[in-house]
T-cell receptor, first 114, second 110 residues
Framework: DAGITQSPRYKITETGRQVTLMCHQTWSHSYMFWYRQDLGHGLRLIYYSAAADITDKGEVPDGYVVSRSKTENFPLTLESATRSQTSVYFC?????????????FGQGTRLTVV | AQSVTQLDSQVPVFEEAPVELRCNYSSSVSVYLFWYVQYPNQGLQLLLKYLSGSTLVKGINGFEAEFNKSQTSFHLRKPSVHISDTAEYFCAGAGNMLTFGGGTRLMVKP
C-alpha cells in the first residue's frame, strides 16, 4: 500500500534491551523524521534524515540511533531501553522544504519499557 | 531557530459554537506554517498549510486559519464545530525541520 507505515504498532520491552522501530515510505520522499509524543511535551524531534546516508540530531537524540541506507526506510533503534523512553513514536516523511514542506505521518508505535 | 507556541492546552466548546485555537510562532527566516489534527490512537493528518500568498488559508473539515505577520500568529478557526471535531490539534512551523507546538485538545460537548 502507498504511504508511510510503522511497525510494530505496539511493543513492550524490558529495561536494558535493544529495540528497533521500523518506518517505511513508498513516496520516495527525501526527508524522514522520528518524533516522540509525550503528555505535556507535544511532539519532539528525535532524529531526521535529508536523504539516504544523511542523518542529523533533533531535539532529543540521546539514547537513540538511526540509519538510512535506503531512501524508503528509516529505522529507529533504542540501544538500551529505559523507562523514560516509554512513549508514542511517530515517523514522518516530506518531499522537502523547497518542494512541499509538510510532513506525512505514520500511525505511530506505542512503546512501553518495563 | 523557529519556535511555535499554542496558547491553550484545552479548549472546551459546545457543539455548533465557533472555536479559535491560538498559535504564535517566532522566526527570522521564511515561514511555512501548518495545522495538524490527531484523532485518538491515530497519527497526525494535515488540516491546512500556509506557504505564501493569501493570508487566509482554508483547510479540510471546514477549518481555516489566518496568517498574521505583524502579530506572528496563525490561529485556527471553525464557525460551527461538531462532536466529531473532538481531537488534539497541533500547530507547526517549518524551517529546516518541522517544529510543533505543545498541542491543544479540543473538546466538543453536546
Amino acid at each position: 500500500d502507498a504511504g508511510i507505515t510503522q511497525s510494530p504498532r505496539y511493543k513492550i520491552t524490558e529495561t536494558g534491551r535493544q529495540v528497533t522501530l521500523m518506518c517505511h515510505q513508498t513516496w520516495s520522499h527525501s526527508y524522514m523524521f522520528w518524533y516522540r509524543q509525550d503528555l505535556g511535551h507535544g511532539l519532539r524531534l528525535i532524529y531526521y534524515s535529508a536523504a539516504a546516508d544523511i542523518t542529523d540530531k533533533g531535539e532529543v537524540p540521546d539514547g537513540y540511533v538511526v540509519s538510512r541506507s535506503k531512501t524508503e526506510n528509516f529505522p529507529l533503534t533504542l540501544e538500551s531501553a529505559t523507562r523514560s523512553q516509554t512513549s508514542v513514536y511517530f515517523c514522518a516523511s516530506s518531499p522537502g522544504q523547497h518542494l512541499s514542506p509538510e510532513a506525512f505521518f505514520g500511525q505511530g508505535t506505542r512503546l512501553t519499557v518495563v | 531557530a523557529q519556535s511555535v507556541t499554542q496558547l491553550d492546552s484545552q479548549v472546551p466548546v459546545f457543539e455548533e459554537a465557533p472555536v479559535e485555537l491560538r498559535c504564535n510562532y517566532s522566526s527570522s527566516v521564511s515561514v511555512y506554517l501548518f495545522w495538524y489534527v490527531q484523532y485518538p490512537n491515530q497519527g497526525l493528518q494535515l488540516l491546512l498549510k500556509y506557504l505564501s500568498g493569501s493570508t487566509l488559508v482554508k483547510g479540510i473539515n471546514g477549518f481555516e486559519a489566518e496568517f498574521n505577520k505583524s502579530q506572528t500568529s496563525f490561529h485556527l478557526r471553525k464557525p460551527s464545530v461538531h462532536i466529531s471535531d473532538t481531537a488534539e490539534y497541533f500547530c507547526a512551523g517549518a524551517g529546516n525541520m518541522l517544529t510543533f507546538g505543545g498541542g491543544t485538545r479540543l473538546m466538543v460537548k453536546p
